[in-house]
C-alpha cells in the first residue's frame, strides 16, 4: 500500500500479517516476494526453533516474548488465548481489510492511505457470543532499529505540549492515559526519529492514536531487537461484555524530511481530510474572548463597553464565556443549569448579541456540557446521572455527567440546541474541565454522539475543544470540532515554545492564541505587547484582555499586528508550518510556507538572552534552491537601542537565491528578550 511518499507492505504465512517494510515509497516493480524472503531473521542459542512473527496483532498464543496486542477472556472472566487464521483480504477503495478467525472470533485489520499521505489503521474484535476484552491494539507497527530514542508528549494544566526524548533500551516504555480524556499529561502522540534526524532532515515515523478518551502506549524493544509500539485504549476501559470491540484509528507517518515532514503530513490531514468545516472558504475569524477581563461578573454595560474597543481593534468574532447561565457568580454552581441567568441578563442574552452583531463582529458562547456542579438544579433532580462513586471527590467543584446514558445526552441536547436555536450564535467554546473519576470508552463513545448531534442540528456552527486548556486535543475530537484551547496560559513565552512544538502535530488554522494581559494571570509575567500580539499571530489569532486597559501606543501595535494576521491568514492558513533549526538555543523560530512555496514569513523568538554577543545565523527550509527570494524585515522598529550596527535587514529588503538562504541563512538584529522577528519572503 501507498500514501503519498510512504509504503507499507505486508505478508501472511497462514497466521495473522504482518508488515514487513514501512518506509520510503517503493518502486512500482518491487519484487514483493524478494522483499518478505529479505526479512527473515536468523535464529542463534537460546531461542526457540522458529521466530513468532511480530504481527498486527501479536498472540500470546504463539510464544510470542513481548507484549500481546490482544488480551481476552470468557464473559463469566475465564481467560483464553486464541491462535487467528488469516481468512480473506477485502479492498475498497484505497481500504484494505485483512480477516482473520479462531475459536468463534473474527479479527480485521483495516488499513486505509489518504490523500493526504497518511495511513490510518484500525482493529476489530467481533464474537459470535459475549466476551470480556482486557486490551485490544491498533495495528501494530514495526519501529525502527536504527533509531536511538523516541520523542513523546508530556504537559500539565498551563504547560502543554513539552516534547519528551526517550532513548531506546530493552523492554517497554509504557504510558497510559487514564484520566477519561486524551489529557495534557500523555498526548496520544509518538515521533521515532532515526541517528541524525533534525527538524529538517533525516528519517523518521510517527503514530498518533485518535481517540479522546485516554489510551494506552507500549514502545518495546524484545530481547531480540526487534521493537513494535503499540496504541488502545487504557486496559480495563471496555467495562462490560459485548460481541463487538473496535480500536479508534491509529494515524502513521513516514518522513525522509526529518520531523518537518512528520509536520507537514499531520498539518495537511487535519486540516484537510479530518476537519469539517462549517464554511470552508471563510477567512479564520479573529477572536475577542471575555474571559480573563471579567471573569464571572457579567453585565451588559461593561460586556458592550468591551465590544466596542474589541472591534475599534480589529475582533471579528465576540465570544461570552463562563459565567452566563443558572446562578454562576464562581466555580462551584450551576453546571449543567443551561438557562440563562436573569439577574445578570434580565432581557436575555439578545441585547448583548444584538451590539456585537451591530460592530460587525459574529457571536460566540462557552459550555461545558459534560459537567454539572453539586449545587445544581440538575444534580438534585437526578445524583443518578453522575458518572462513578456516590462519594468521589469533585474536581474544580463539579462532577462528570454520564454520557453512556442515554437519557442524559437527551438531555444535554435539548438544553444547548435550545440556546443555539434561540440565538444567533456562529461558535461554541465547549470546555472539560474535570479528569474522569473512572475508566471507560463509554463516556467517550457517548460524548463523540453530543457533538455529532448539535452538529447535525446547527452545522453552521463552529466548536472549539477546550478541556482545562489542552487537556483534550487529538484526531478523535477534531473530527467534530473546528479549533483547539492550546492551553489555558497565554503568556507568550510559554506559548512561543508551547506553539512551536505543537506544530508538529496541528495546523496553524485550528490552532487558538490569543494576546493576554500586560501581566500573565497565569504566570505574572509581564511582556511587551509587540511579542505578545506576533506570538499570538502565528496561529489563529484573538486578544483575552480587558481592552479597556490597554495603552493608546500598545493599542495602536495590536490594531497594526491585527491587519497584518487580516491580510496574510488566507495563505498561511494554507500553507504549511516548518520548524528552523536554530543555531542558538535561545531563539525558536519557524517558518510558515504557502502552498505552492510562492511567499513565507519567518518567525524568530528571542526567549532569552544569549551566550555569545551577536546573533547566529538562522537558515531557511523548504525553498527552491535555484529561485530568487526578496526578504525583509516587517517590524524592524522593535529593535532595541543596543542594535547600533548595519544589519542589511535593518535598512531595507535583500535578494538571495533559495540556496544561500539554506545553506548560510539570514542575519537577524541584536534583539532583546521578548522580542519577535518577523521577516517576509517571496519568490520573485
Known sequence: MDAGGQTLALTSDGGLPAVVYWGARLPEGEDLAQL???ARQDLTGGMIDQLPA?????????????????????????PFQPQFT???????????????????????HHLTAHTTGVFTLQTVLEADRDIRLHWLAAPVLPASQLADHMVDVHGRWVREFHLNRVSWTPGIRLRESRTGRSGQEH??????????????????FALHYAWSGGHRMVAEELPDGRRQVQFGAPVGAQTK????????????????????GIATAFQHDIRDRVITWPNPARPRPVHYNCWEAIYFDHSLADLSDIADHAAALGAERFVLDDGWFGRRDDDTSSLGDWGIDRRKWPDGLQPLIAHVQSLGMTFGLWFEPEMVNPDSDLYRAHPDWVLGPADQVTGRNQLVLDLSRAEVRDYLFKAVSAILSAHDIDYIKWDHNRLLPVVDVAQTHGAYDLFDRLRAAHPG???????????RIDGGILARTHRVWLSDCIDAHERLRMQHDAALFLPSCVTGSHVGALHSHTTGRALPMAFRAWVAAQRHFGFEMDPRKISDADAAILRDVTAWYKANRDWMVAGTILRLDSADPTVTAEMQLAEGGARFVVFAGQNA?????????????????AARYRISLRNGADRPPQSRGPNALKDGPLTLTGRALMAQGILLPVAWPATMWVVEGERL
Open 241 to 260: 461484555p459485548s460481541r463487538r470491540f473496535a480500536s479508534a484509528e491509529l494515524v502513521a507517518i513516514w518522513s525522509g524530511t526529518g520531523l518537518n
Open 54 to 78: 511480530l504481527t498486527l496483532t501479536p498472540e500470546a498464543g504463539r510464544a510470542f516474548p513481548g507484549q500481546p496486542g490482544l488480551m481476552v477472556a470468557e464473559a463469566d472472566g475465564t
Open 36 to 38: 518478505v524472503a529479505a
Open 609 to 625: 538572552q544569549t551566550v555569545q554577543t551577536l546573533p547566529r545565523p538562522l537558515r531557511l527550509t523548504g525553498l527552491d534552491p
Open 461 to 471: 456552527v463552529e466548536i472549539e475543544s477546550c478541556a482545562s486548556g489542552g487537556g
Open 86 to 108: 488469516f481468512d480473506r483480504a477485502e479492498q475498497s477503495g484505497t481500504q484494505l481489510s485483512l480477516i482473520s478467525c479462531a475459536e468463534g472470533l473474527t479479527l480485521t
Open 187 to 204: 498526548p496520544p502522540y509518538l515521533i521515532l526519529p532515526e541517528a541524525g534526524c533534525t527538524n529538517t532532515q533525516g528519517t523518521a
